[in-house]
């Protein structure tokens, strides 16, 4: 039972990812602005991402980029959910963290299989000037499963190497 509860986790970040990308593709058109809040600080756009983080790899040749960026991401959710139900290492709150990931591993391969003009995306932030950037690149709740729930996992992997040590 504490390998399959935290697939609730990767249902609903599944399921909240892709009825958020549903809602944005029927009310804002595409490269459009639907709503900006605290002046344009956040906004809700439509855009898509045909390559993967950050656009990497967009100028790819189409039939390069399709297979690179269905199959590898594949490779890796099969391997980690393998490594996720087979594995004991995992403590409870990794295991609810690598469910996440998973789900926005899958949220985003939805997107790469289904919708041809590549991932949606839509949270848009304003970062004024860090990192050399005006705003953020747009990105999706997928996205911020799998970046959260990373960083989470390796903070929790690093703090727990410390404690054996």
Known sequence: MKRILPLILTLNVVLLDQLSKYLIIENI?????GASYFG???RIIHVRNPGIAFSIGKNLPEPLRSILFTFLPLGVLVILG???????EYTPFQRWM????????????????????????FIDVKI???LGMERWPTFNIADSAVVVC?????LSLFL??????
């Open 98 to 121: 690598a469910a996440g990931v998973l789900g926005g591993g899958v949220g985003n391969l939805l997107d790469r299989i289904f919708r041809p003009e590549g991932v949606v995306d």
């Open 40 to 42: 344009d600080f956040l």
């Open 29 to 33: 058109p595409q490269r459009g602005i």
């Open 128 to 130: 004024y000037g860090f």
């Open 160 to 165: 727990s190497r410390r404690e054996k040590e």
């Open 150 to 154: 990373g960083i989470a996992i390796a």
């Open 82 to 88: 393998l490594h996720f139900f087979k594995s004991d």
